[in-house]
Nanobody, 127 residues
Framework: QVQLVESGGGLVQAGDSLRLSCAAS????????MGWFRQAPGKEREFVAR????????NYADSVKGRFTISRDNAKNTVYLQMNSLKPEDTAVYYC????????????????????WGQGTQVTVSS
């Protein structure tokens, strides 16, 4: 199993950059598809980004494509979300999630594709 702990959130101004980290524990990390989701106040949790087990494949929500970059370091059991050109609408609690490799039967943007979740880290972008 995998345990996830996010960090790196904070208060920034529009146009700033921020890097979120998700530290994972468990031997299955390298075999886990990793994703980032976010939930803004009063809204449902939404997909942000996903990265394959090897890191060779990535997917992004249209709202963040070109601004956010997901990456992973399997040796460090860590996944990152580099956020550039932040906008006020990016304000949300960001969650790291891990899903079993080979779970191609469920769309990567569906929360049900992920088995483990972190506690979330708050990102607030002021205008």
């Amino acid at each position: 199993q995998v345990q996830l702990v996010e960090s790196g959130g904070g208060l920034v101004q529009a146009g700033d950059s921020l890097r979120l980290s998700c530290a994972a524990s468990g031997r299955t990390f390298s075999n886990s598809v990793m994703g980032w989701f976010r939930q803004a106040p009063g809204k449902e949790r939404e997909f942000v980004a996903r990265i394959s087990t090897s890191g060779s494949l990535t997917n992004y929500a249209d709202s963040v494509k070109g601004r956010f970059t997901i990456s992973r370091d399997n040796a460090k059991n860590t996944v990152y979300l580099q956020m550039n050109s932040l906008k006020p609408e990016d304000t949300a609690v960001y969650y790291c999630a891990a899903g079993a490799a080979g779970g191609g039967s469920i769309w990567y943007g569906n929360m049900r594709a992920y088995d483990y979740w972190g506690q979330g880290t708050q990102v607030t972008v002021s205008s």
